[in-house]
């Protein structure tokens, strides 16, 4: 199983539900929405240490920023939750089934569904559809569900991982400064 990592975080609850299902899968971290350079290597070096840690195979995509960019352009200016979110989940979920494909993986899943910021639904209904078009099984989750959140932020207290409190985009970073600035002057 090709499992695309969105953070280590995410992927902490997920890892540990495949394996109580005898699945153990392989990391694929493509995640060109993760900006600035300094946070894309924060989260990076959290996946590292969340793979040798448990022992699993880590494969890094970290070209694509152009077509990423491409897939969003129509939606830049909308902000989080929105229809740029969709389409950024869309475009990473499309290399992920594409990659498996082409290297020969039976199956893809992904971490974002143990944000509570994720719709699953969304995300499995694109899965379902990528399956048909790529022709590699897609397993529908919801990580989240039966506390996986909160589980996930217990494992990465317990494991020293990084966690990060923005989505990975510029848009999704200054929409969280707006937050804390206002709560700050609300104080």
């Not at 299902?21 to 300094?38: D, L």
């Not at 022992?55 to 352009?73: H, P, T």
């Not at 589980?151 to 848009?171: A, I, M, P």
Request: charged share 30%; net charge positive; with cysteine.
């Amino acid at each position: 199983m090709l499992l695309h990592v969105c953070c280590a975080p995410d992927a902490t609850v997920a890892v540990e539900r495949l394996r109580m299902a005898k699945i153990e899968p392989i990391f694929f971290f493509y995640n060109p929405n993760i900006e600035p350079e300094e946070e894309f290597d924060r989260r990076l070096q959290a996946v590292v240490k969340l793979s040798q840690l448990w022992g699993l195979k880590l494969i890094v995509l970290d070209k694509g920023k152009e077509e990423w960019q491409r897939s969003i352009a129509d939606f830049v200016d909308l902000g989080e939750g929105s229809k740029r979110c969709e389409e950024c989940i869309k475009h990473r979920l499309i290399v992920t089934a594409r990659f498996a494909r082409d290297m020969g993986y039976g199956v893809f899943a992904t971490t974002l569904t143990t944000s509570p910021k994720k719709n699953a639904k969304f995300i499995n209904t694109i899965g379902a559809e990528l399956e048909k078009q790529f022709g590699v099984l897609y397993m529908s989750s919801d990580f989240k569900k039966k506390d996986g959140f909160l589980r996930s932020v217990e494992l990465s207290r317990d494991l020293g991982l990084y966690r990060q409190n923005y989505c990975g985009c510029l848009r999704s970073l200054h929409e969280r400064e707006e937050k804390d600035a206002l709560r700050a002057c609300q104080r």
